[in-house]
C-alpha cells in the first residue's frame, strides 16, 4: 500500500468513527463540487478539531478568513452558543453564494454572516464597526498574506483569544529559504511574525491525510506588555 493511500485509508476510518459527516456537511462538499470550486476544504477529522478548539476555547465570536464553500465555517459555527457570532471573509462572490446557501441549509444563517471582497479590504472596515473582540481567528486564505492576515487577528483579538493558520507546510516547501514562490513567501513570513512577536505564543504542526503533506500553525495571544 502507497503512503498516499495509507494516509487516506486512515482519515476514513478516523472521519467515520470520530468525524462523521452529517447531511448538510455532505450537501455542502456536494454543492461546493457541483460548483466547481477548488477542492481544499479541510478534511472532516480538521473540521473537527477546529470545533473542538472553538469549544475548548469557550469561544463567543469567530472570524474566518477564506470561507470557500463553507465546509469548515459549518464545522466552526456549530461550536458557537445560540447567540454568539461568526464572520466569515471570501474574495470570490461565486464562492460566498455557494457557501452561504450551505450554512442556511445547516441551521446556522442566523450566527454567521459571509462577506464579500479581498480581506485586506474587509478587515479594515470590520475594524471600523468595532466589534468585541474574536475569540479565535481562522485563516486558510490566500497564502502570500497570511502575515498581513495575523496582523489583523492581533488587531481583532484580546489576550486568550486563538490564531489558527491552515496549510502552513506547503508539501514541505515552507523550509525553503530561498523559494520565491508568494504562498512559501507568505507563510514562512506568517511562522516569523508569529516567532518574534511579544504577543503571540505559537507552535505549528505537520499533518499527513487525504490532503497529503500538510499542518496548520497554532498561536495564543498574549497580554500587551510595555
Known sequence: MSGSQLWD???FYFSSHLAPDDDALQAAVRDSEAAGLPHAAVTPPQGKLLQLLAQ???ARTILEIGTLGGYSTIWLGRAL???GRLVSLEYSARHAEVATRNIARAGLDKIVEVRVGPALESLPKLADENPPPFDLVFIDADKANNARYVEWALR???????VIVDNV???GRVIDAESTAPDVQGTRAAIELIAAHPRLS???IQTVGSKGHDGFALARVLE???
Open 156 to 162: 481583532l483579538t484580546r489576550a486568550g483569544s486563538l
Open 169 to 171: 507546510v506547503r508539501s
Open 224 to 226: 500587551q506588555t510595555d
Open 81 to 83: 452558543p445560540s447567540d
Open 56 to 58: 475548548i476555547q469557550g
Open 9 to 11: 485509508d486512515v482519515d
Open 202 to 204: 505559537g507552535t505549528a
